[in-house]
């Protein structure tokens, strides 16, 4: 892959680096995407029957079935080289924030320091009524769904559904730092669902270096300063060995 002297030298004269990603960056971990065409969990699955809070109070025992063999697929999944390869841009020197849709773990498995989980955790429980987290071993009531140890309620998975917020803090940090990073990645998500979704052209706008790492084309290739078209497993680990032949940590 070829890489224009322009990105590697704003992406080793930048101090803070932000790493926006979606489910591409898993894919090579062998954890689905959502809207790859065949693969896509929502190529085969209906979203406002599985992740919504109306479905959860619809169905429960359904819900939690499917999040429960999403964990499954999660439990032996391995950061793949694109985790690997943007955990060691901490030892640049720069100060790096990983802001993740995905909700695998997998940015912090592969010894990322900073992440942002903008769409919770899988292996989060939550009360539906106290909002307490689980402790991971809750207790399960008649129908085997698991129960709140303070107040009894139904547990629910700690991720953000659709119509739902997002964790104030974790936007906070992500909207600020499309606004002061030098370099912004746009790494494996097809950019479909806000609010995450616009945070590239925040950076943009803020005129900061956007790089677009992606197979396939999305509404970011035109405000993007540099798109690389192809897969996270290879174009990171080989974009860090262009900027940093010696490797990262020789960063001046
Ligand atoms: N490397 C890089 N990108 C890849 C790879 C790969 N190996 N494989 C697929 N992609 C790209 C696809 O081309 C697509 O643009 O990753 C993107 C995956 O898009 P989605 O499946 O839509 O996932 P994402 O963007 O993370 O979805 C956002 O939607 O369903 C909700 O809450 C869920 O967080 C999720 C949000």
């Not at 616009?198 to 790089?211: F, Y």
Request: hydrophobic share 40%; proline share 7%.
């Amino acid at each position: 892959m070829h890489f224009a002297p322009e990105l590697l030298d704003a992406l080793r004269q930048a101090r803070v680096i932000a790493v926006f990603t979606g489910a591409g960056v898993s894919a090579e971990s062998g954890v689905p995407t959502f809207r790859d065409a065949q693969t896509g969990l929502w190529a085969r699955y209906r979203a406002e029957e599985l992740a919504t809070p109306a479905a959860f109070r619809r169905d429960p025992q359904t819900v939690w079935k499917w999040y429960e063999w999403r964990r499954d697929l999660m439990r032996n999944a391995l950061p793949n080289p694109a985790h690997l390869a943007i955990a060691s841009l901490e030892k640049t020197g720069a100060e790096v924030t990983v802001l993740t849709q995905n909700v695998d773990g997998l940015h912090r498995k592969a010894g990322s320091t900073d992440v942002v989980e903008l769409h919770g955790n899988i292996w989060d429980d939550l009360c539906l009524e106290c909002r307490a987290p689980g402790d991971g071993d809750a207790p399960r009531d008649g129908a085997g769904l698991p129960r709140c140890t303070h107040c009894g309620g139904l547990l629910r998975p700690g991720v953000v559904w659709f119509g739902e917020s997002l964790p104030e803090q974790a936007w906070q940090r992500a909207a600020e730092l499309a606004g002061k990073a030098d370099v912004f990645f746009c790494i494996g998500t097809s950019s479909l669902v806000e609010p995450a979704a616009s945070l590239p052209l925040q950076a943009h706008d803020s005129g900061k270096t956007v790089i677009q790492v992606n197979p396939e084309a999305t509404r970011h290739d035109a405000s993007a300063s540099f798109v690389l078209r192809g897969k996270a497993g290879a174009a990171m680990p080989a974009l860090l060995r262009a900027a940093w032949p010696g490797g990262p940590a020789s960063s001046p």
